[in-house]
């Protein structure tokens, strides 16, 4: 029903508990570019539980390997940056949803070629900079879900 994509993801807890996400949820999973980790990281295994097996992942070595993959998805890319709420957004089926590393988020080209679709969750105190990816990540699919409709019926 929908895809998450992690470009150069760092933490691989965050990874992990994204995999058991998306394994309940039915979502695949991207990784893209070079991780922040090895992708046999015991912490990466334990925040994943026994799900693995649950989760459909594929990689890549990049971002246009990612968008040759997916060919009839659209790519929403959630940022820090970006001014439209992520609430004001109508999903589909199929979307993509993009995801930057914990540390420095997407890199600008990519958010300044894709302006009407990058996404943002708000953050409502100044001093925070930004959510944990993990949290970040559940917020948008949960929500795309919602949009597009129980599949439980």
């Known amino acids: 029903m929908l895809h998450v994509a992690l470009y150069e993801p760092e933490i691989p807890p965050n990874t992990g508990n994204i995999a058991r996400l998306c394994a309940a949820t ?3 999973l991207h990784i893209v570019g070079a991780t922040g980790f090895r992708m046999d990281d015991r912490t990466l295994k334990r925040a994943g539980l026994d799900y693995w097996e649950h989760v459909t992942m594929h990689r890549h070595v990049d971002i246009k390997a990612l ?3 997916l060919p009839e998805s659209r790519f929403l890319f959630f940022s820090t940056k970006a ?3 992520y609430t004001d957004f109508q999903f589909q089926v199929g979307d993509c949803l993009v995801f930057g ?3 420095r988020g997407l890199p600008e080209p990519i958010l300044a070629g894709n302006p009407g679709r990058c996404l943002n969750i708000p953050i409502y105190v100044p001093e925070v900079r930004s959510l944990n990816l993990a949290t970040c990540v559940g917020i948008a699919i949960y929500e795309a879900l919602r949009q597009l409709g129980d599949p439980e019926g």
């Open 26 to 28: 039915s979502t695949e």
């Open 67 to 69: 968008y040759n993959a």
């Open 83 to 85: 001014r439209r709420r």
């Open 101 to 103: 590393p914990e540390t």
